[in-house]
């Protein structure tokens, strides 16, 4: 299975945010390559809810930025902040209630996430913080 790689069109421009993001999708490889190697349900919920925590913080950073800046597009930005963050939620509900893990859906779900993510909402704040 691939992990999540880095795209040159994933940078924002925001040195900040450009650095949180690389360190998310280690995170989130990390996660991938142990839910991979291991069958410890217990190791897999606590990667999960780090991956969770890191990128609440981020989503965090990213949303104070934007409130600082008077962003016109906070209200949208920040749904799509909290529709990545029930997704992961039902994901670690669902590793908790039944005891499996699906990295590759995992992986399909986040690659799409963030190419989604970072190419439409992360772009529009970095043209907005160039003005």
Do not use: C
């Amino acid at each position: 299975m691939s992990v999540l790689r880095w795209r040159a069109n994933f940078e924002v421009g925001i040195a900040e945010l450009d650095h949180e993001h690389r360190e998310l999708l280690a995170l989130i490889n990390e996660l991938l390559e142990h839910a991979k190697e291991t069958s410890d349900i217990d190791h897999v919920i606590g990667a999960l809810d780090e991956v969770f925590a890191a990128i609440s913080s981020h989503f965090a950073l990213e949303e104070q930025m934007m409130r600082d800046s008077n962003y016109p597009a906070y209200g949208d930005h920040k749904e799509d902040h909290q529709t990545l963050l029930d997704d992961l939620r039902d994901i670690m509900d669902d590793v908790e209630d039944d005891g499996r893990f699906d990295e590759t859906q995992l992986n399909i779900d986040l690659n799409r996430w963030f190419s989604d993510h970072f190419q439409t909402h992360d772009a529009r704040l970095h043209r907005s913080e160039r003005h």
